[in-house]
């Protein structure tokens, strides 16, 4: 009826948030079991041993605060949550945006956090015979003195962190990798093919390597700390410390540590044990979180936008978001529905009576817009560069601004004898300007400039004293392609890699959205609406959808055109020195057009007998069934 009101549209983001809470909560709860593991191991053998196991007590507030730890971790996941690749042209490309960035300081300034947050607990669970409290008592008739060997573990835990940082941001942890193909055939019992990986089933596949990382990077922590102590953090720690003990503490205004540094076994074993740990809690932490948000968007094997009153206006809200992560999901469950969900399928193309448009005219332009998007930056690249006014466009701006100094030119005719002079100062001047004519008229060569002079006698020197041979060695030219052989050569080897510009790298951060790709949504966008137009010849009772096949084939076939002639006419960079000459593979823009082509097969198969009425002429078609690879088909 007309006058019955649609139900209340929830916004897309009020949807997936809770989904994500959600997956947030399970991947805590493994990360808890992990603190109370790492609590008992922590826990003082000293003690009775069921308080070293039995949650309610020592063990259970251990793990508590072991747990904010892998808290911070998740914080700044969150925080810093992207689903696409970066793009861009290299690696040190990428650290001069990123160095003074927010995010870089929100990175370290979490891992800092939780470096402080461990080592407190760490030294309160040790027994009195780890030595680790702050003061060293002394004998009766000595004076408290700083103890040294919890100022080190302090130290070796924040060069775990710094060195977590920077890693954290060289691997790009905060990205969360979805599959950018995420369409697989139905199996024969109609059961929908899983796209993603079981979290449970990653962290089995994970955990030993992980264990490995940590140990491999906690050894070596143990094998180069001891140095990095001693020569760069010793004495700013040790002043630092005993700012604060000063404090607390009746102790020397004058204390310094002691000459050699606590350099035990026990403690640079207990460096490498406690490193470990804390390593683990940050590699797990990290695999947990993007194990479980890598999820398809459904709750209980349907779509989240069912759970909403107007299931069809929260997905169009997600799929317009300018958000990343609301509408990469957004595309996700679209394509999921395309292919998945029939009854879904049918709510979009009987649902007509919409403010902007039916479901299907708004969900096909979001998607031919993601399409279109890459085009657009394609087209942008090659466009022609704005003309700045030149330098001398700039000069003359300039002098027409600044004050004349002197008289105009003279206007009058030249040939005419001119006024003698009737005052003392016209008389100079005419006695000046003849001077200055007579000084141009006059024969011979000009004089020599100092300069000139030089250049002369330097030359004459030059080959009077050296060989040609000698001389050619000494030449620019020479000089240059002496220079240009180290850079080849340090751009050949393993530390000029980042400085390196790729051919694929190059290309994608092109072809894709900035800073971060938009590859997966694009693909998802062509994957729904194959899917989409070939449901709407049975399921399509109104004929919406047969109307906008024409424009979808000649998308995908423009789309195609475009990917292929842009990859074969941009030219390496001359850092790409690794690459081989004429290898023109990009992986990305080979699933995209793999994609459209597959995509456009289906189409042609699916609407080819009905061209005519679609209003597609022979050549379009032909030229489609060319792209795709369907030559023989007719």
Known sequence: M???????????????????????????????????????????????????????GPAGIRTLLLYICSLSVFVLRVAQLHLGSRTTASPFQTFTQ????????????????????????????????????????????????????????????????????????????????????????????????????????QLKALGPKLVRISAARA?????IGPTLYALFLRQIAWNFRLYIAKILWNLQRTSEPSKMPPYHISLIIRSAGSGFLLLLIWEISNAVFGAYVAQEPLKNGNPLSNDSGDPNGSLLNGLKSKNEVIKTFAFWELLYISQ????????????????GGSSWSQIS????????SVGERISNFQAPKP?????????????????????????????VKPIPPSTRLQSYETRAGDFAKSLGNSGGSSPQ?????????????????????????????????????????????????PFRQTFPRRVCSVLFAAPYSDLGPVVDAVDSLTYLAKASIEEDG?????????????????????????????????????????????????????????????????????????????????????????????
């Open 542 to 634: 109104l004929g919406k959808v047969y109307q906008d096949v024409p424009v979808i084939i000649r998308a995908f076939t423009k789309t195609i055109q475009n990917l292929e002639v842009f990859v074969g006419i941009v030219q390496p960079h001359w850092t790409d020195v690794a690459s081989e000459e004429g290898n023109r593979k990009v992986e990305e823009v080979d699933v995209l057009v793999e994609c459209l082509k597959k995509g456009l097969r289906e189409l042609v198969g699916a609407f080819g007998q009905y061209r005519e009425d679609l209003g597609l002429g022979t050549k379009e078609m032909r030229l489609a069934r060319e792209i795709s690879g369907m030559n023989g088909v007719m």
């Open 365 to 372: 332009s979001s998607c031919l817009d993601m399409l279109g």
């Open 340 to 355: 998945h969900s029939e009854s879904r399928r049918k709510g979009i193309f009987f649902d007509i009576d919409r403010a």
């Open 449 to 497: 400039s100092p300069l000139e002079r030089l250049s002369h006698h330097l030359k004459t020197v030059r080959d009077t004293s050296l060989s040609k041979e000698q001389q050619q060695l000494l030449s620019p030219s020479h000089a240059f392609s002496v220079v240009n052989s180290y850079i080849i050569t340090f751009l050949r080897g393993r530390y000029g890699r």
């Open 219 to 223: 050894l070596l922590m143990c094998i």
């Open 98 to 201: 990123r160095l003074l960035d927010f995010n870089t300081i929100q990175t370290f300034g979490w891992y800092g956090f939780s470096t402080w947050w461990f080592s407190e607990v760490y030294m309160w669970s040790a027994s009195s015979d780890a030595n680790l409290n702050w003061i060293s008592e002394g004998k009766s008739y000595e004076r408290p003195r700083l103890n040294e060997r919890p100022i080190y573990l302090w130290c070796v835990f924040y060069m775990l962190a710094a060195a977590q940082s920077v890693l954290h941001l060289y691997y790009d942890y905060d990205k969360v990798s979805l599959p950018n193909v995420k369409t697989q055939p139905k199996n024969a019992s109609e059961q929908r093919p899983l796209t993603t990986v079981n979290p449970i089933t």
């Open 2 to 56: 007309a006058g019955t009101a649609r139900p209340r549209k929830r916004l897309y983001r009020e949807i997936l948030t809770p989904a994500l809470h959600r997956r947030f909560t399970r991947a805590a709860g493994w990360t808890l079991l992990l603190c109370y593991a790492e609590a008992i191991v922590l826990g003082d053998r000293s003690e009775y041993k069921l308080w070293l196991w039995f949650p309610v």
């Open 387 to 415: 003309v700045t006014p030149s330098s001398e466009n700039h000069q003359e701006l300039a002098l027409e601004k600044l004050p004349r100094l002197s008289k105009p030119l003279n206007s009058d005719n030249i040939l």
